[in-house]
């Protein structure tokens, strides 16, 4: 596996709460990616080039602190997108688009076809920067799917469009994130639908990150003239592009090994060959940047902010800061574990993060007033 190092940094209604608490950090994981000397490639821009990226002002790590509901009384979210000032939700399980909104949480579209069994539903929600396009990632009966809905910047304003199907559907490993990158384009996340081999298939939709134009077809600089922009993955949750436009992805291992990758145009991550950092003396995948166990991870939800990554874990129950620095990322540290049981998503949003809890998803242990969505200042 071929070592890869960062080089440089980058209507329904529910009822609103609003508190404060505080939360201790728990210790660092211990695993690394393994050493090595990295590839000097980067996120590419709008003609598929390379960025070159910055490098970082040293700084003091954001402590963040001040934990307070932004919303509560949620059913299992899961996607999570601002656009100005406002923000919006997916739930997994109903299938509803909601608009954060003062005190209450605005039923904007229910997505009908929606089959919400074991790990699919609506998931992953993305506002294009024009913003007079949402687009969801949601599961079917038959299918992943992603569509559009028209959008004014605060409500949906007529029915939506599919703008790419027959992603490879399963009772889990569906994937699922969507981000929109600095070239503009929709980045899509799926999983290997329990068809393990579909990863290394640059042919097939799943276990993949997908790159497209807004009306769902292949980006015309794509690596396989197709869809598909990167591929070996088991089940991408998280996607993140840093202040150099690099992309980062979180993924879920099988039992030992959850990962953290800096995603290459064609870039290939080795499963189901490989899981974390197994294989490391070949040049035919790409190495992890970090990995954890996965009772310390199961991770999901990705954001940037303040010069660190920001990755929420599931089974882990806890949010890790990656700092990224000059040659690689800096150690990781856990806050919050335990506090607020699984973590699905994360929002940068510039001096403060949005968190949402995963409670209510059939896995976790509902506590009062779940789920949520937090805002955590950093200090």
């Known amino acids: 596996m071929r070592p890869r190092l960062l080089l440089a940094v980058p209507a329904a209604v529910l009822p609103l709460v609003l508190a404060s608490c505080a939360a201790p950090a728990d210790p660092p994981a211990p695993s690394t990616a393994p050493p090595g000397t990295p590839s000097a ?14 490098s970082p002002t040293a700084t003091t790590p954001p402590e963040p602190r001040d934990p307070s509901p932004v919303a509560t009384g949620l059913t299992s979210p899961w996607g999570l997108a601002r656009y100005a000032e406002t923000i919006f939700v997916t739930e997994r399980d109903t299938g509803r688009i909601l608009r954060l909104d003062g005190d209450r949480a605005v039923e904007l579209a229910r997505v009908g076809d929606v089959d919400a069994s074991s790990e699919g539903g609506l998931l992953g929600l993305a506002i294009n920067p024009a913003g007079d396009g949402l687009f969801v990632y949601y599961s079917t009966a038959r299918d992943n ?7 004014d910047g605060r409500a949906i304003t007529g029915d939506p469009e599919v703008i790419l199907d027959n992603i490879p559907v399963a009772s889990i490993h569906n994937g699922g994130q969507l981000a929109f990158g600095p070239d ?65 992805a979180s993924e879920f291992g099988q039992n030992t090994f959850d990962e953290l990758n800096l995603i290459e145009r064609g870039g290939n991550y080795g499963w189901p060959e490989v899981e974390g950092t197994q294989g490391s003396d070949s040049d035919e ?61 994360v929002l940068g949003e510039g001096d403060s993060l949005l968190v949402g809890t995963s409670n209510t998803d059939g896995r976790g242990d509902p506590r009062d007033g779940d789920d949520k969505i937090l805002r955590v200042a950093l200090g």
Request: charged share 25%; glycine share 10%; net charge neutral.
């Open 41 to 54: 490639t980067g996120t590419p821009a709008a003609t598929g080039t390379p960025s070159t990226p910055s």
């Open 285 to 345: 995948f790409i190495a992890p940047l970090r990995v954890w166990r996965t009772d310390q991870a199961s991770p999901s939800g990705l954001a940037h902010a303040r010069g660190s990554l920001w990755m929420a874990g599931l089974r882990g129950e806890r949010l890790w800061e990656i700092p990224l620095t000059a040659d690689g990322t800096g150690e990781p540290r856990a806050h919050f574990a335990d506090e607020y049981g699984r973590l699905r998503a």
């Open 145 to 151: 799917r992603i569509a559009r809905y028209p959008f």
């Open 184 to 248: 503009e384009l929709l980045y899509a996340s799926t999983g290997d639908a329990t068809e393990r081999g579909s990863a290394q298939d640059r042919n097939s939709l799943s276990g993949k990150i997908l790159r497209l134009t807004q009306d769902g077809r292949a980006a015309p600089d794509n690596p396989f003239d197709n869809e598909v922009f990167s591929l070996g993955h088991r089940n991408v949750q998280g996607l993140a592009f840093d202040d150099s436009g690099r992309l980062f």
